[in-house]
């Protein structure tokens, strides 16, 4: 993997963004969000981190339909228990699993006149995905 700048693949400058495999473009990116520090909501104590998980979703860096694989920090209230797992900041409102770029460009191919059938085929998402948008 090559560490890559992480505005140049549409991700907030904030987050590490490492480009897999050596093949010119972004087919797979792998992207670890910073950990930041959060008060407990029931208690109010500081949050202490507790482990990450990952995360799948497809972005799009330019017209290039392209796979993330997001590690999502969380963080635990050692007093009351509770978890609490960071916030993507690039995830777009209308699917868990897509990127805000992803769904512009959706919403772009089908502003063409694109059916809906290929603008999912171009986008590399489900059909589903496409209609939400």
């Not at 008060?39 to 998980?53: A, D, I, V």
């Not at 460009?105 to 986008?123: D, G, H």
């Amino acid at each position: 993997m090559s560490r890559v700048n992480p505005i140049d693949v549409g991700m907030p400058a904030g987050c590490r963004a490492d480009k897999a495999g050596s093949a010119v473009g972004f087919e797979d990116i792998h992207v670890q969000l910073p950990r930041t520090p959060h008060e407990c909501p029931k208690c109010g104590r500081l949050m202490t981190g507790h482990g990450s998980f990952t995360k799948h979703m497809a972005h799009a860096v330019g017209h290039a339909p392209c796979k993330l694989e997001v590690k999502v920090p969380r963080s635990i209230c050692k007093k009351c228990g509770i978890t609490i797992s960071e916030e993507v900041p690039f995830e777009s409102a209308v699917s868990v699993n897509i990127t805000e770029a992803l769904e512009l460009r959706a919403i772009e191919l089908l502003r063409q006149r694109s059916t809906i059938k290929e603008a999912a085929y171009l986008c590399g998402i489900p059909y589903d995905i496409i209609r939400l948008v």
